[in-house]
């Protein structure tokens, strides 16, 4: 079997081999493919895996096969370009890269302009005519060499190269000229000499036998194991190496760099983009030093640019690029993003891959493609990052606005918002009311404050991470966010702020962007975001190919019309606690729950009943047909009690009763640990006349709709914290019972079903006792996220982070479903629910259900819909067809 | 077959559906057994439960055939004891009670003296010489009748008693005379007549038939089938009907009632034991209106009573009794319980079944049948329980001394201690260094009071439950402790409180039981418990038959003796953080945790590290030779810092940090829900250098007892709430690090493993991904149970009893595991464990270890051990023996 692949222009290898990743490597293979398309790839040869656990396992016995296939390879490559390696005129120079199966990024090692010493060095600066590039290219090869391939601390060259540059008096390497860099390369010289007893090796063969084996041993690298154990990758994989020719665009008026896209990808529009530089390398362009060239005339013209476009200055090798653009396109149906040299008049393709793209772009272009019959629907479906379109969706800054920055935090909940500076939630209200528009700035935001954070226009903190109250509440509600602002600091009795160093009074306007965590003095203009004809046409197809539902989790008017328009086929989440904060409502729950025995509570709820039901009966009316999954009352009571010492003695004038008895009674009802306290189906067990109060509320909502409209309502009845079969059939009893003395008094019979959230790990583990009672379930996945992995989310801001970076979890449970461990307890539960209730219905409803890998996965386990966030529908539409076209 | 089965003297039926529960109920079966063995009991028989379906399912086909088997048995009744059912002048009597295949307590109907009307009542006058007995018996009769048979709402009757009593002036039943009685019943045939439109039934048959049909159809009640469902006892069993001739201890001075024990139940003395009243019934026992007599000559000489002995008064029906328990405890190899009823000289036992006793009665009990040849080994294990034995391992109150109750509150830690009265932990350091016995009394404990609960005598609360901070620390430590003494309140301030409305003040003495709940006035004197051969005997026995080791849970000296006296096979779960509230500790602590760097933390460890390492060498020196699990940092840290405004005080000067910051600090560290916070291995694995300080102390001490002793020390180290084996395997590299540094530096090398709790549901589930770094898992079920059933056990308080009263948990989750839901991820947890690592080491150190239940299904799912608190580790090595005969 061969040990050497080589790959260049007219090369296509019979042998299977030469295509497998397993065999060449990943990057050995897509230069093999580039070449075989017709690319004009500089040409190269790639040392195959089997090759390094070869010599790994024994280091001499191979090595001159190894350097007789090596060797008739480098033939190839100096047959191709015209240059032979360890010429003294004009030397051909390689690159020698490690190229495992999968990327390793950053893990493993490369040598650059290998091929010099100090004959060729003259022979490159003589054929480039550019002394100082020659000797800077050798000073980086000297020092990439020295420490890959000799193992000299790289900390020696970067001291001696900041010592050359500070006896210069100069900062920038590009201010060493070429005789400082010979003298610097000297010095390297003798760093190595003395490190290693001997000189700098001069043989240029002895070079690439050395650097391939060091390659080779860099698989055992410390660095390289532990990645490979941090990602799971076998050790007997091994890696390969690439041998490529060094091409080099800035070797005069016909040499030239530049990267190109075969489609604009800021907008979609087909058309040639991209920028070149003549006489250039690629570091030129990142430098910043030269001003790029546009590709095209057209381009040139558009931006009224002086220097030619390419497609002027260097007309053939222009159309012989455009050539290629098609036939990328062609090859790899996608849009391509392409680095490109020129050197002396010839074309070589660096590397070719899918370019990046905005949303708006990616949706474009995928519909182009189809339309252009380039690519099939599934695969413009599959093409688009589906949390991408969170761009798309929410008004974004006017990027020509002028701005000033004050400062930054989490881009908690996407979108751009301008208005008032207003520090509690009452204030809001009051301001909102009055038709202002208005940013919530607080400490950090906690259910009393839902109120203010609904009316307004976007949500800025002090504290608290991506996960925090306000994040939460904030992308639940569409509201742009900005959370754990530490450059702002609140004064709440001053009603004034500093943030980054400037004064905010109440009142001043600011302007915060939740996609980018920026906040900004001023009201500066946003754009509402335009859902154009490729938007409604990809989701039309989603729509198509999608085996789940999609609903949404929504409780007021607004996102549920919102949530409708985003294509929600139902409810699948409407929390009723947010009811009661609203307005007055939140003085008749307090009453009931400072209720001290059964009477007062009843009188309480049946002030709220009306309210309830005035709610429902919008929400109905909104989801006409769909159904409502309502949850009955889940946070624990005190949530709802006052806080500070004006909303005490508020209340105390509301509801009659003495400032101290309140806070006896609502340090009663304080918790140690709330998220496990008495909350959920423990407060309907326990007080049953709170959820009959909101159960009458659904059904009287029910038939008054359902007899207004004639069109069925679908209530499905959702009992929260459920931890046995036996809580839930108690509860579902009284719901029997309400519905048929509300049936019974209207007149009129609506069906419904009772179900229960899944959010504790005993749930999960008796589902089939549970689903005997149950007639569909819904996982919560925050809450079992939480108890499952022992994780407060209030509190993890501690030490999630830390342990993300430490790869103890890949990603924030709390965003996307830890699989192994929840996604476990989910798949249990579906499976058992099944056995005991073959046709139960199976959602999710907790935030992941707003989040691609996580939709993946419950597409996987088989439930029947999601349920995200409004603003998130769009997203988990197109993310559950590409799931489904993923199973096919 | 036959659908009446006879019993009573001389009646062995062939037929084994006689003896079957599924066919005659378990009353019905025990009948006929003490019949078939030769017991006297009162004729009968009983009417099969598949007679009572067959009537359910058609009331009227099956009646003619029952009437005449039910004739033929009454037949059989009415020859055996020599009366006639109806008879007018000495008329048979009967009772009429259902009798399920398992007991179904209060749930189903009785009705006694049936076969009483207008006639035979005045039969009975004559033929018991007790007029008053008569027309009280017939009114009980009625009642019952009109009740159950009748379907009249009980209470109508009850009033009238009421007011019949009230009308005469007397306020009990007894003080009604013969004609009171009449005319009350007069009253109740008023009710019937007016309720039912006919008459009192006076036909003896039909009251028979009617009271049958009652039985049978009381099986179908609500009260009944609310009482199955909860009980999970099928619809389809039925009930069978006993019907047993009445007999009266009341008929003369021939006549007697009684109970009686085959042995002491107090002391387990093999002596006959029991009390009797000549010419008296049940009732007027339990009434206590007269004393009742000794049984046998010795007991009434050794009580000094006047009163005859039934030895001396009735010597053949004695005799006889003497005769029966000889066979009683052949056949049912165990101490009996007697009613027993004296008709006229013939003697009936009415009940026989295995007397209750104490745990010292049941030890001697056990050991003396063993030595006798009576039982085996194995029965005598199996028969005592476990947790009785509580009873012997702590002091309790002299039962001689006279004492004043001032309150009481919940048995929470068992045990009885007197004491001065102190209101803080501090408090009771300083006076019990001193040498005074102190009390502390306290609203609720903390962690912080740990110091205060060790050195006190007992603990005293006002608030809390069962499993409330101080019931859980003060089992741990074996200290007696009563909590949520609802009728005490302190004034901290004052330094005083008020029990029962008696002012105690700091210093004055009083005394508590752990074991009722009790607190007394001044201190009491106690009696330490004797823990004599039989005690050692059994459990010498137990550890013989046992498989599972039992450790212990302790840390400090003291209770590592008494875990080792009481049999502890090494340490189970030693809590490091409980040692770092003692004395000046907790001011180092407050400086490591108050740290604001690395380097400032690392100077208070290096105060910690000699203080741990001493605590580790005592330990070690103790437990030499037996494994010693010590479980690194677990409670989050702002657990030890200060909370009253003198500790912040006292802290500020001692660390030179002003008090602002050091609230400041202490809010930062304020947490939502610290049950799923910053605590356990996220400690160790953001903070590293506490670990590290923790792991030096345990080998350093490792090497100094191995060094000094000769004797191995066998340390593991346990990361506690450990979710992802990637956080165990950089904890485990840490400790090995230190390890090797330790050994290193000491010249000495011990053998240690690292294992992990498995607290968390995530660790279950993935716990083959655990098992591949740590080399234990020990179940810590305590925090298990809070997250799998989501259950916060410091908040449980509000809502777990009305869980367990509405049986949607059997029993307390924290007290007996959960075996469906928690149970399924302990079994889930091992069997994975055990598939990555065969020879993995499983134990348990929840405070469920100490649970005989919970040990039991340790025991069935294979753990190796169990760990217990000091005082539990004798319960634990039963119930494992137990649980190991149960498996064989």
Redesign the interface.
Known sequence: MKTVYTFGPGIAHDDSRARDKAVVGGKGANLGEMARIGLPVPPGFTITTEECLHFLRDRHSQSARLDGEVRSALTHIERTVGKRFGDRHDPLLVSVRSGARVSMPGMMDTILNLGLNDQTVRGLAASSGDERFAWDSYRRFVQMYASVVLGIDHARFEDALEKAKEDRGVSQDVDLSATDLRDLIGEFFGIVEAERGAPFPQDVDEQLASAIAAVFESWESDRAKVYRRLNGIPGEWGTAVNVQAMVFGNLGETSATGVAFTRNPATGDKAYYGEWLVNAQGEDVVAGIRTPQYLTLAARTAAGAKLPSMEEALPAVFTELARLFELLELHYQDMQDIEFTVERGKLYILQTRSGKRTAKAALKIAVDMVEEGLIAEEAAIRRIDPASLDQLLHPTLDPDAPRTLLGSGLPASPGAASGAVVFDADTAAVRAELGENVILVRQETSPDDIHGMHVARGILTAKGGMTSHAAVVARGMGRPCVSGASSLSIDYQARSAEIGGVHIAEGDLITIDGSTGEIFQGALPTVMPELDREFATVMAWADRHRRMNVRTNAETPADCEVARQFGAEGIGLCRTEHMFFDGERINFMRQMILATNGTERLVALDRLLPEQRSDFVRIFEIMQGLPVTVRLLDPPLHEFLPHSESEFTELSAAVGIGVDQLRRRAEELA????????RGC?LG??YPEIYEMQVRAIFEAACAVSRETGQPVVPEIMIP?V??A??LD?LKQTVIGVSEAVFAEQGLTVEFTVGTMI????AA??AD?IAAVGEFFSFGTN?LT???????R??AG??LG??ID????AKDPFVSI?V???G??IEMAARLGRETRADIKLGICGEHGGDPASIAFCDRVGLDYVSASPFRVPIARLAAAQSALAAT
């Open positions: 918790e140690s640990n709330p998220m496990l306290g008495h423990r067990v326990v914290l931890g046995t036996r809580e108690m959010e504790l790990p005993r583990l008796v006792e809450d939480q108890t499952t992995l022992g994780i407060s209030d509190d501690r030490f830390s342990y430490k790869g103890i979890y830890d192994d461990g929840v476990k307890l």
